[in-house]
């Protein structure tokens, strides 16, 4: 197979280039770490060290129990080396064609657990399912900062910079002045649908992939796991809320318990199924409904947006061109992905 | 410093954190190639194994030499597992959102040097104005094919899918039935540029880097290579023509070795001062400017697009949350990589 697919969402082609004939499990995770991994006897994050790490912003802990210190099942710290700083006045400068902020913003790390586990598949339900309302308040209490346009709540799993790694499991937060390039695109695309169907895009996709069921791996009441059509990666995943919502705080209200379960099944599919790779996901969800949150139209961003993830394991290295082009790649079809997905036992 | 840059072109913002307070020097390539490299004996690239390859499309070759035989000094060949093919029919097929082609297109392998030479900065500047040349054949060739709209000339140099290596000097061309997402981004920000100031993006953008020197790395009479404002990779750097044109093709004549001195120059100031990194380039060109090219509006290319080159080395690994939202962190500022790179003596 040989062909070129169209993202419905942002447009992006993507050439699904299968002649290399590879069957699924040819994408298993082959690859030996070689990450510097944290002993569990110096792991910051575990209990009992709470010392070691920057001072705890919040955490769900047993009543009586003191901040900083044991008595918590999910801790939210500053990030020791913040990417943006919650600090500093917002400034804009500009100079000819170009503009710059400072870096105002917030860097934040999720401990998904007292104890010294690595994998989030790992979990028990009940722990991911805390981790996911952790993710929900701390998006509602950056929402209270002007200045902050988005946050991503998301999580690189042995999947960072500088082969560094701590090995416990754990989430961050990145909360920016400005709109990321991929959720602009993904609401240019969903208001241009919804401005001609008067139907939100992403519902629409629900009821296709459920109707094919060529490309889910799983469902239930409330949650959908697929391959997209024209995945980039191999055995990319999207975890889409059946519900429509645009935000990820409010939409998965109620529905905490059903996340939980789609996370660690899609996630034990690929420790399993694809030999413990590195992965990464990000929860995609609208910006902040300000009055004047600017780049983009928001006016009807609640109608035409809708919050999901997206679950991306690392299997195979993008060609130097790919990133240049953003025209990607895939070397599987997503429907054989899903099908290997599907049969994976866990 | 921490801040937040707008690269003026397509509008995405990347986070400069350098507060984790590294050297330029610091970013310098550290890996052991794992690569396997093809040993010179059996390297089918090299002269007088022509045999080995797909057959010959084109080469530079002297006269009275015979196709697919010794005597070339480039060579183009099919690529052997090509992504896309010459002979398949275009169709388009849509099922509800979704949209399918099928893999026409064209997939080429340009061979730069008769010789068992890897990197294309060790290529003498004569052999590297001929590999020039090539491009531009292609490319004009190519635009006969009406299915064809977009063709892709770049390398990956030590930077393949898979882990496999052929360390014989080479290009690729891909041609394809769309336009990639990143070109089609940057003309829509020229055109909205051009809209509105009724000059080109780019030679505004050539100017003001001429005036403030703060992160050009070297400049001639028809060339600026210069680190761009919100570069996302380390070491990025964008070889732009002085000249207003939108196409490679045309915009390239009599510039030949002009553009072979740029291109020299700045991949031997990353193999000695970076040691030896891999890297890719892509040659960005307006889509060929036909009647009905559709997707993008295309009246005013020819005035509001600027065709130009990108070279990137792999220096740094991308965290998994930058391929989800294509916001970027760049651990160096631009003006302190433009500074090591001037510095390097070649």
Known sequence: MQELRKDPIIGRWVIMATSRARRPG????????????????????CEGRESET???????RKKGTKKDSPGWQVR?????????????????????????????GAHEVIVESPKHISNMADLSLKQIELV?????????????????????AHKN?????????????????????????????????????????????YCDLVAQELESNQRV???????????????????ETWIIPKDHHSQ????????????????KEILLKMKIGLNNPAYHFVVHS???????????????????????????PRLTQAAGFEKGTGFYICPIPPEAAAEYLREVEI
Chains 1, 2 share one sequence.
């Not at 939210?76 to 870096?103: C, E, M, W």
């Not at 500088?162 to 609401?187: C, F, G, W």
């Not at 391959?227 to 191999?234: E, Q």
């Open 54 to 60: 920057p001072k705890e912003i919040c955490a769900v």
């Open 157 to 201: 799993f042995r999947w960072t910079r500088d082969n560094q790694n701590i090995n416990h499991s754990y989430s961050e937060i990145i909360a920016t002045p400005v709109v990321p390039m991929r959720i602009k695109e993904e609401l240019r695309g969903a208001k241009k649908y919804f401005d001609y169907h008067e139907r939100c895009l």
């Open 132 to 152: 996911i309302n952790t993710y929900a308040e701390r998006i509602n209490d950056l929402e209270n900062d002007q200045r902050i346009k988005y946050v991503l």
């Open 286 to 312: 609208a910006p902040f409904l300000r009055k004047n949150p600017g780049e983009v139209k928001y006016q009807t961003i609640a109608e035409d947006y809708h919050w999901h993830i997206e679950v991306t």
């Open 217 to 235: 791996v799983s469902d239930d009441e409330h949650f959908l796991t697929v391959v997209p059509f024209a995945s980039r990666f191999p055995f």
């Open 76 to 104: 939210v710290v500053a990030d020791k080396n913040p990417i943006l700083k919650a600090f500093v006045d917002l400034s804009r400068t500009t100079h000819g064609l170009y503009q710059k902020l400072n870096g105002r």
């Open 248 to 263: 990820f705080p409010k939409g998965i209200k109620g529905k905490e318990k059903y996340l939980a379960k789609a996370f």
């Open 26 to 45: 040819n994408f298993v995770n082959s690859e030996e770490s070689n990450l510097v991994e944290t002993p569990e006897e110096s792991c910051c994050f």
